[in-house]
């Protein structure tokens, strides 16, 4: 089971900026996110695909799978920082963000498959078939009333682009697009139903 509405919330989203105005937005709720991504990847083998995402500290086993899969990537240090416990020891490190081109369907099936479950714990993750991503740093205030320095994945649509951004929860995704393929709601939902 498939819900496509018009996007009504992403505005409020708090990890991604929209730059310009697609042509169409949508909120896209499927049953199942992962599975129904990586189908329609599939049916529509439609490549390169720009995969972002960002992680946590202990990423080894993504680079692992990348290496395995011989995909090129990127790892950009956002400004935000984490803080953990790890045996004890309080560690405080950068969030890492991977960004790589996927020219292989392949790949991409496998990068979904593995790295999807930083979606589902409110990493940024976002699939896009443009090279559209940017980040940006801005000043903001902490919680503590200080300021400090946090990242933005900045969206520029002025290009012909379509690019998924995952929801909270990985409970849906936002599909922003200037093509004229996902030009209605039963567009868009023909593109991502069995």
Not at 68 to 75: C, E, H, V
Not at 131 to 155: A, C, F
Request: glycine content about 2%.
């Amino acid at each position: 089971m498939i819900t496509v509405s018009i996007d009504t919330h992403s505005e409020t989203e708090d990890f991604f900026r929209v730059i310009g105005t697609p042509k169409y937005r949508y909120y896209v709720q499927p049953t199942e996110v992962k599975s129904m991504l990586s189908a329609y990847f599939r049916k529509i083998s439609l490549l390169p695909v720009y995969v972002i995402f960002s992680t946590y500290h202990d990423f080894e086993d993504i680079e692992v799978l990348l290496k395995k899969l011989r995909q090129p990537y990127d790892i950009q240090r956002l400004a935000d920082t984490c803080t953990v416990m790890i045996d004890g020891k309080t560690v405080r490190y950068h969030v890492p963000l991977f960004r790589m081109q996927v020219d292989c369907i392949n790949a991409l099936q496998e990068i979904i498959v593995q790295t999807f479950w930083l979606a589902e714990s409110n990493c940024s993750y976002i699939i896009s078939f443009s090279n559209n991503v940017r980040v940006t740093t801005q000043i903001t205030k902490s919680m503590r009333n200080k300021h400090v320095e946090t990242s933005i994945l900045q969206i520029d649509m002025n290009v012909p682009a379509t690019t998924m951004c995952m929801a909270h929860d990985a409970d849906g995704f936002y599909l922003f697009s200037n093509e004229e393929t996902y030009s209605s709601v039963e567009k868009v939902y023909n593109h991502f139903a069995d």
